[in-house]
Structures are given as C-alpha cells and as structure tokens.
C-alpha cells in the first residue's frame, strides 16, 4: 500500500463516526421529489453542512429546478491541474413523515433509515472523500460537486446542467449505491409510456352493443405490448399499473397503464418504438394514444470510461483491494455522461441493500473503504 493510500485508509476509519453523524443530519431532512418545500428546506441544510464541513466554495450556483428540486453547483479548487465532477442527487423516494414512523436506526452492523442507502450517505462520502485529500495535503484537482433534486422521478429539470458540467470536467464520479462494493459501469436505458385506450361508454346490461370498452381493448393490447420484450438482448417490459373504467355496469370509456422499458442495446430504442407505435385493435371505434417516451438512454462503456475504469482498479490495487465492475438494469444520471461519450464510474457510494424499500439500509463498517477509494481515486485523476 503507498503511503497516500495508507494515510487515506486510516484517517478514513478514525472518520467514521463524524461521517455516520453527518448521515444522520442529511436523513432527518427529509427531501421526497415531489415536495418543493421540503426539497428547498433540504438543500439550504445541505448547502450550510457543506460549508461546515470544506469552507466556502470557489463557486457556487443554485439553478431554479421550477416545480422539480433546485440544482446546487459548487467548485471547490483543488491543488493540482483539472477537475472532476462528482454527481449525487439529494431527493428521496420517501414522502414527509415517513422519519416519524421509521426513524434512523443503527442495528448491529447495519443503519435503516429512509434514503439513507439512496443516496444520502453517498453524498457524505464524497464531501468526506474530498476533506481527506485535504487534511492530508494529497494533490488533487478541482472537485465540482453537482446535487440535483429530481433523479428519482427522471432528471427533467437537472439534465441540462449535469450534462454541461461533465463536458467540463475530466471525468464524472456518480455516487450512487455501489453493489457489494462493486462499482457501476454498465445500465440499461429506461422508456417510460402510458398507453390510453378511449371507447364508447353504454350501460352494460340495458345497451352493451352500443358501447366499445376501452378496458377489453387494453386487456386485448397488453400482450402485444409484453410480446415486443427481448430478455436474450437485455430488453425487458413490465406494465406497472392498469387503471380504467367508472363502474362494474358500465362499458368502458377510458383505460390506461403504465409502462417500464429497459433496453441495453442502443438500437433496441426504434424497435420498441415502432412496436408501440403499431399497436391497434380490431374495433374502429377505439381509439389508442401512446404517450411519454425515452427518459435515459443505456449506458454502455465507452473507451474513455473503461481508461476510467481501469484507473480505479489500479487505485483499489493501492488499497489492498480488488475492484470488480457490474452491469445493473436500475438507471441513473450516469447514463447521460456515458451517452456522450465522457469518462463516467457509478456506483462509487455506500455499500448496503433495499433502495426504494423498507429494507433499505447501509452497512457502515464498508464506509471508511468506500471513502478511501474515492479519495485516492479523485487524487490520481490529476495524473491524466
């Protein structure tokens, strides 16, 4: 182990504490993507944590997220050439109130708490990552760390500017959950449709020939729309939700649901459009709208992310650990740097189980080596 290596693996376990109290504070603000309020209250506490814990930034910008949660982009110098962006999103899938009923709990070798897996202690570990390098005086490149509100419902109001800030930056760091303490370098792309089906509504015992259900004509799409998944080529579907009708006595005039797409094969996208787009049934009476589209495309490696790849190896080597990549069918802000090309590593944040779950936990004594790996790697990037 070199000596930056070592220093970094020691401070990294005296920090535990700190790092687990610092995790506390950020789950108990609670942050649901679909509250403003609480996502506003959220990110000011953040923002004053951040400043407690690394000073005032060299810049700072809040971008106005509108009905989404507000985007914080903060640059912190560093004390050598280039900068790395790190990526983490500070909204949860959790509504206000659920801390009341479930509050953050450490159990034995493991923390429950709402978010706290996805991804608040990720947050923590990049922030404690970049502290490291500073108490120890290990060279490193400007760290850009970008925090977004909206990644847990599709990244509609961030995707602009994480975007523009990886085409800046050297390379991207997401700290999203690792797996098992493997990292992320390869995910499926997501496409979100809603299938409509309007028909004729008519009593249903008194003049069932004058209407057309739309709920019989969905139950009719349904298959057609599960056929077009091609497990073999990593294309999976699930219709999620069905919801349709007013009444057991009335025919149908309106039925919907819901769709989930995952593809890993770029040109799977046209296929599965031209299939949803084809759907019909045989009543001329009923009529079929496809709605929503491609939220994120597949993240596949491209040569400059496996360089990256290949880099956090080496950094791992230097930590007396061997670093392993994964695949994973769950979508996150990471697929857009990989779609355009720029360097980008997932998975690089806490190691636990049950995101989006009430299982959801982190196992905090995978932490300090979480931290170690981000730290030296942010570090080497300077290198490149």
């Given at each position: 182990?070199?000596?930056?290596?070592?220093a970094l693996a020691e401070r990294a376990e005296t920090a535990l504490p700190d790092v687990l109290a610092d995790l506390r504070r950020l789950v108990e603000t609670e942050t649901p993507s679909h509250d403003k309020q609480a996502l506003?209250?959220?990110?000011?506490?953040?923002?004053?944590w951040l400043a407690e814990r690394l000073g005032e930034p060299g810049s700072r910008q809040r971008h106005d997220g509108g009905s989404y949660g507000d985007i914080l982009d903060t640059t912190?110098?560093?004390t050598a050439g280039g900068t790395v962006l790190l990526l983490c999103h500070y909204d949860t899938v959790w509504p206000v109130g659920t801390l009341a009923e479930w509050p953050f709990t450490i159990e034995d070798d493991r923390i429950t708490a709402p978010g706290c897996l996805d991804m608040k202690l990720g947050i923590v570990h990049g922030v404690w990552a970049l502290r490291l390098l500073r108490e120890l005086e290990i060279p490193h490149p400007a760290v850009r760390l970008l925090c977004t509100g909206d990644e847990e419902i599709g990244s509609h109001a961030s995707r602009e500017f994480i975007e523009r800030a990886c085409r800046a930056s050297d390379a991207t760091l997401v700290l999203e959950p690792s797996r098992a303490g493997k990292v992320k370098v390869r995910r499926k792309g997501l496409g979100l449709f809603d299938l409509v089906v309007r028909g004729v509504e008519s009593h249903a015992g008194l003049d069932p020939d004058a209407g057309a259900s739309a709920v019989?004509?969905?139950?009719?799409l349904i298959p057609a729309v599960t056929a077009l998944a091609e497990p073999g080529r990593g294309t999976t579907i699930n219709v999620g939700t069905i919801t349709g009708g007013t009444g057991r006595n009335v025919v149908a005039g309106r039925a919907s649901c819901e769709i989930d797409v995952r593809v890993q094969d770029p040109a799977e996208m046209p296929r599965i459009d031209a299939g949803l787009a084809a759907l019909a049934v045989s009543d001329e009476r009923i009529g079929v709208e496809l709605q929503g589209g491609w939220n994120r495309p597949p993240m596949n490696?491209?040569?400059a992310s496996e360089?990256?790849?290949e880099l956090a190896r080496a950094t791992a080597d230097d930590l007396g650990r061997t670093?392993?990549?994964t695949s994973v069918g769950g979508v996150s802000d990471a697929n857009f740097v990989s779609a355009l090309d720029f360097p980008v590593l997932d998975g690089l944040g806490a190691v636990?189980?049950?995101?989006?779950?009430?299982?959801e936990h982190v196992l905090p004594g995978e932490s300090p080596a979480q931290i170690a790996l981000l730290a030296h790697l942010i570090g080497r990037l300077h290198e490149r």
């Open positions: 182990m070199d000596s930056d290596a070592a506003n209250a959220g990110l000011v506490d953040l923002e004053t912190f110098p560093g019989h004509a969905l139950a009719e490696p491209n040569p360089r990256l790849f670093l392993e990549g636990g189980a049950g995101p989006h779950s009430r299982d």
